[in-house]
């Protein structure tokens, strides 16, 4: 019996990407904390940034999912704090939270790139 793919497994085994799923939200809720408490939207697609470059590096299959998981807690968190705390951020201020996709999606692609450049440079032979 022959062993699938790095990256496949077979039906009913756990990947073990729930720590990563965890990882990114715990990301995404700290960059919308940031963008709420500094109030720079700079700043908070800096985090947004990096966050999506490490997971799109540690985890480079499906990218996407990085941005989206990141990417969806700013503007969740910016809506909650709107609801929920005293200090409330303009309408603005949660629209333009929806840009942080483009930084997370050129950090994520960015990562699994840079993953695939670094497996093709230090590969077995």
């Keep these: 019996m022959t062993t699938p793919p790095e990256g496949i497994l077979p039906e009913g085994k756990s990947g073990g ?3 990563y799923y965890l990882l990114a939200a715990l990301f995404g809720a700290l960059a919308g904390w940031a963008d709420i408490k500094v109030g720079d939207l700079l700043f908070t697609a800096m985090i947004v940034l990096a966050a999506c470059m490490l997971l799109g590096f540690i985890r480079p299959r499906k990218p996407w999912r990085w941005v989206v998981i990141v990417g969806v807690f700013v503007p969740a968190v910016e809506g909650l704090a709107y609801y929920f705390l005293s200090q409330k ?3 603005a201020q949660i629209y333009e939270s929806f840009l942080t ?3 997370g999606i050129a950090g994520a692609f960015g990562g699994a790139m ?3 450049v ?3 440079l230090f590969q077995k032979k």
């Design 17 to 19: 990407d729930v720590y």
């Design 89 to 91: 951020p303009e309408r």
């Design 101 to 103: 996709f483009m930084p």
């Design 114 to 116: 840079g993953r695939g």
């Design 118 to 120: 670094v497996d093709n």
